[in-house]
């Protein structure tokens, strides 16, 4: 695979900061700037690719939104298949899903289960991990389809929220391109 003509901290200085949003005391972390950049985005791709590929991975799922951009890039690159992991009510067929807490409330995925067969290596690949709260819950959908989730792939880690620690307690390996840690 060709090298990124990016650095991490090259691609770190696309990430645009917003504060205070959605509410005040969070600092953003908007990949928008970051994927408008032509270079920057092939690099993000080209860097989670060669992450993906080194996992030997036989597909990627990603979380909808931010992880559908990532995660179909990287799975196209690899030649790989994508698997969307749906916020709920959004697919046609009788779904998969679970429930998780969010910090205030509850949410849910969905997957379509047909996807999974028995016992395939998933790689999960999102935009950003935060309390890891969606990607534990999308790894133990995955796993309750019968998939094999070991490794799962952030542009962003925010360390300070204890969501790769949180990945790596249910035998999850992480990787991130990059991180805010107390900036
Ligand atoms: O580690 P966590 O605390 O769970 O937070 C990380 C998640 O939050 C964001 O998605 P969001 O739910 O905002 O949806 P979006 O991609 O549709 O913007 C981000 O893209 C991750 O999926
Ligand atoms: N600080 C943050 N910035 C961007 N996306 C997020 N998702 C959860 N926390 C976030």
């Given at each position: 695979?060709?090298?990124?003509?990016?650095?991490?901290?090259?691609?770190?200085?696309?990430?645009?900061?917003?504060?205070?949003?959605?509410?005040?005391?969070?600092?953003?972390?908007?990949?928008?700037?970051?994927?408008?950049?032509?270079?920057?985005?092939?690099?993000?791709?080209?860097y989670?690719?060669?992450?993906?590929?080194?996992?030997?991975?036989?597909?990627?799922?990603?979380?909808?939104?931010r992880?559908?951009?990532?995660?179909?890039?990287?799975?196209?690159?690899?030649?790989?298949?994508?698997?969307?992991?749906?916020?709920?009510?959004?697919?046609?067929?009788?779904?998969?899903?679970?429930?998780?807490?969010?910090?205030?409330?509850?949410?849910?995925?969905?997957?379509?289960?047909?996807?999974v067969?028995?016992?395939?290596?998933?790689?999960?690949?999102?935009?950003?991990?935060?309390?890891?709260?969606?990607?534990?819950?999308?790894?133990?959908?995955?796993?309750?389809?019968?998939?094999?989730?070991?490794?799962?792939?952030f542009?962003?880690d925010?360390?300070?929220?204890?969501?790769?620690?949180?990945?790596?307690?249910?035998?999850?390996a992480?990787?991130?391109?990059?991180?805010?840690?107390g900036?």
């Amino acid at each position: 695979m060709t090298s990124p003509a990016l650095t991490p901290d090259q691609l770190k200085a696309l990430v645009r900061t917003v504060p205070d949003w959605p509410a005040r005391g969070v600092q953003f972390r908007d990949i928008t700037t970051l994927i408008a950049d032509g270079d920057g985005l092939a690099a993000t791709i080209a860097y989670l690719a060669d992450r993906v590929d080194a996992a030997d991975a036989q597909m990627v799922a990603g979380m909808e939104a931010r992880g559908f951009i990532f995660g179909a890039a990287v799975a196209a690159r690899l030649g790989l298949g994508f698997l969307p992991i749906r916020k709920p009510g959004k697919l046609p067929i009788e779904t998969l899903g679970i429930d998780y807490a969010l910090e205030y409330g509850a949410d849910r995925l969905e997957i379509d289960p047909g996807a999974v067969t028995d016992g395939m290596r998933i790689a999960l690949v999102d935009d950003l991990i935060a309390t890891g709260g969606t990607a534990c819950a999308s790894a133990a959908l995955l796993r309750k389809a019968g998939a094999m989730v070991e490794t799962a792939h952030f542009v962003i880690d925010l360390p300070d929220l204890g969501g790769a620690d949180r990945l790596r307690r249910d035998d999850i390996a992480v990787d991130a391109l990059m991180a805010f840690d107390g900036e």
